[in-house]
């Protein structure tokens, strides 16, 4: 069995995330979705909670007709500890045998702790990018709805967090 670990914030989860979990489907046959800084919420930087995020990933793959069955969606706090965080991760996880990032730090830490990297394509990486999401979302700048799959559009609309950013913003 190979099972991959996929970390991240998702703040919010957006169509390049989505790619990133269709290629490594293709390439693992377990998915691990680790949603990091899982105890932030309601800041500029972190505006939804692991639970909200969660959910953005369940109803997206879903939607998606991905196989859940074969998907962990796990929240993690943060330690901040680079030197540790991957014995951290390791003490929430399900085994897992490969990560998969493009972050250069992520992929040292696991390097060092012999886990295999596996890089997946940028999937346009400027266009879809959650800092600017969320700028856009606090701007009002509705391209940010072109960004997110329509999923989370309709999940972050029901939520209100549109507004909720916005108001961390002080609009």
């Known amino acids: 069995m190979h099972r991959g670990l996929y970390p991240g914030r998702f703040q919010p989860f957006h169509i390049g995330h989505l790619e990133v979990v269709k290629w490594s489907m293709k390439h693992v ?13 309601h800041t500029l930087s972190n505006p939804f909670t692991a639970g909200e995020r969660i959910e953005m990933i369940r109803r997206t793959l879903d939607k998606e007709n991905l196989d859940l069955s074969k998907v962990y969606i796990i929240p993690i706090p943060d330690i901040m500890m680079n030197s540790v965080w991957v014995s951290h991760i390791k003490t929430f ?23 295999e990297v596996l890089q997946p394509p940028p999937f346009d990486r400027h266009k879809y990018n959650s800092t600017l999401i969320r700028r856009y979302i606090i701007e009002g700048n509705e391209e940010w709805k072109k ?9 972050l609309l029901e939520i209100h967090g549109d507004e909720r950013l916005r108001s961390i913003a002080g609009l």
């Open 29 to 41: 046959d377990e998915l691990i979705i680790v949603i990091g800084s899982a105890q932030e919420s």
């Open 93 to 115: 996880a399900p085994n897992f045998d490969v990560i998969i990032s493009r972050n250069p730090l992520v992929n040292r830490l696991f390097k060092e702790a012999n886990v």
């Open 147 to 155: 960004l997110v799959p329509k999923s989370v559009l309709d999940y």
